[in-house]
């Protein structure tokens, strides 16, 4: 497959949680996906978790109106533990409602988790 400029162009960055220490669950603030095309790709990047026994899972919510969510079926990263790591997800902009958000889950005894998750998507307009 060819890259062209044109392409290039119209990839953009979207942050859907910013590089923070997360200690408790928590939403991410819903990001508007009507002005892009075909898929997006989701990148968590997490430190490995510090405290006890300490779990991280990230979904990925959608909705309509960019109020009330619900959980997209299939869409979520492998639960990160001790290790840090890099993992990608693949949602299609047109299998989801027009906004989408994660959803940070945290457990254990005092953990803490410092990530991030940010997106790669193509804008349909340039």
């Avoid at 953009?12 to 997360?22: E, G, K, P, S």
């Avoid at 430190?47 to 997209?72: H, I, K, R, Y």
């Avoid at 959803?103 to 790669?120: K, R």
């Amino acid at each position: 497959m060819a890259i062209f400029q044109q392409t290039l162009e119209k990839l953009q960055l979207l942050t859907f949680h910013a590089v923070a220490a997360r200690t408790a669950t928590g939403n991410g603030t819903g990001v508007d996906l009507n002005d892009y095309d075909g898929d997006v790709v989701l990148i968590l990047d997490s430190a490995a978790g510090t405290g006890t026994s300490p779990t991280l899972d990230v979904t990925v919510e959608a909705s309509a109106d960019n109020s009330t969510f619900a959980a997209v079926s299939g869409a979520a990263f492998t639960r990160v533990t001790t290790t840090a790591g890099r993992q990608k997800l693949v949602i299609s902009h047109d299998d989801v409602a027009r906004y989408v958000r994660i959803v940070y889950t945290i457990g254990g005894t005092t953990p803490s988790f410092t990530f991030s998750v940010t997106a790669v998507g193509l804008k349909k307009y340039g």
